[in-house]
């Protein structure tokens, strides 16, 4: 133990957490879950074929028969709830999500996509996983980031963005027969590497600060395969990192063996080598960006700087429902059909096929 204290302290991994739910954060990122829900075959009415004894419908996050209703009553997921002064970034690596806002909009994605949704002022949505194959299992994977937004931004209009994952730098590197390593950039270019060139981010978000130095990557490492992360390019000006080893093992990080599974926060101005010694891939997810650094005061879905704040974003929701619900219900599915799709409050439209699995088994 005194050996490894002392490599944490003068090493590039500056503390080992473990891993709950949700996964622990830091400034400028609120909160970080990862599901992963191995849902059986559908029923028809895009909900589980199965039954629901020992869920606790309307608050189940226990886990029963290996995955999960959370707060839907008949189709997985959440229905319409607030949120004001932050943003959630939802990463979907396998199946499918139905997002309805109080805006009007609407959108199925999944597959590799991310959606990023600026709450900002005040917005109402729901998040459901509608289950659409009948004959087979319907896989969920999916982390969902909340970053924060600064004072300034707190009231920003509402808005979202879909980042489709055909359109997602995705980087294979390696030696060409060798063990290769996937690095999928949703947010945030890798230093060397021209080719990830990141997707814009909401105007408002801090990520669109070129100071913030956003990064939100995922890692997939081969067995045996090994690739070095480099240097943030803020670190100077106090870019902090962490690193969340969450499948595979056993893993080696700046030459320290991580056998368990964990939250890896690292020194953002040293390079890294990653090196995956086990014989299953294995997989991170990093979170990276310069603290915001103003007082966070958060009461559930809000996210403000002072209780006052916070109070009045009770007040407002009460009197206004951020525009109300234009939705026949606060669970909305949007049909069989596969396809993706986004449909934004101005009514224009993007359309994209039904979605691919983006991450291998």
């Known amino acids: 133990m005194m050996i490894e204290q002392e490599f944490l302290m003068h090493g590039p991994i500056l503390e080992v957490l473990p891993l709950g739910f949700p996964w622990v954060t830091f400034d400028p990122f609120l909160f970080c879950v990862y599901h992963d829900d191995p849902y059986p075959k559908a029923n028809g009415r895009f909900g589980p074929a199965a039954s629901l004894a020992g869920h606790a419908i309307g608050q189940d996050f226990q886990n029963a028969d290996g995955w999960r209703m959370y707060h839907g009553q008949e ?60 004959a087979g299992p319907n896989p969920l994977e999916l982390f969902q980031i909340w970053l924060n937004l600064p004072a300034r931004r707190k009231f920003a209009p509402p808005h979202f963005t879909m980042f489709w994952g055909e359109d997602i730098p995705r980087l294979r590197l390696g030696d060409a027969g060798g063990p290769q390593t996937e690095l999928v950039c949703v947010a945030g270019a890798v230093p060397g590497q021209p080719a990830t060139t990141p997707l814009a981010p909401p105007p408002d978000s801090w990520a669109s600060q070129p100071e913030a130095d956003i990064a939100i990557w995922t890692l997939r490492l081969d067995p045996g395969a090994r690739w070095t992360l480099p240097p943030a390019a803020g670190a100077a000006s106090g870019t902090r990192r962490c690193l969340y080893f969450f499948a595979g093992s056993p893993v080696r990080v700046g030459g320290h063996l991580q056998s368990d ?101």
């Open 75 to 134: 189709v997985p997921g959440f229905p319409g709830h607030p949120h004001r002064g932050f943003e959630t970034v939802t990463v979907v690596r396998r199946g499918l999500v139905d997002h309805s806002d109080s805006l009007g909009a609407a959108a199925r994605y999944g597959g590799g996509d991310t959606q990023w949704l600026t709450a900002g002022a005040g917005v109402v949505h729901a998040e459901m996983f509608p289950l659409l194959d009948t």
């Open 261 to 361: 599974h964990a939250a890896l926060v690292l020194d953002a101005g040293a390079a890294v080598e990653l090196v995956n010694e086990g014989d299953k891939p294995a997989e991170f997810l990093l979170l990276q960006g310069r603290p915001i650094g103003e007082p966070v005061v958060q009461y559930g879905p809000f996210v403000m700087n002072t209780e006052a704040e916070v109070r009045q974003a009770f007040a407002d929701y009460r009197s206004t429902q951020f525009g109300g619900w234009p939705w026949g219900d606060m669970a909305p599915v949007h049909g069989p059909d596969p396809g993706r799709f986004a449909r934004h409050a101005d009514g224009s439209e993007e359309r994209r096929g039904p979605a691919s699995v983006a991450v291998s088994d």
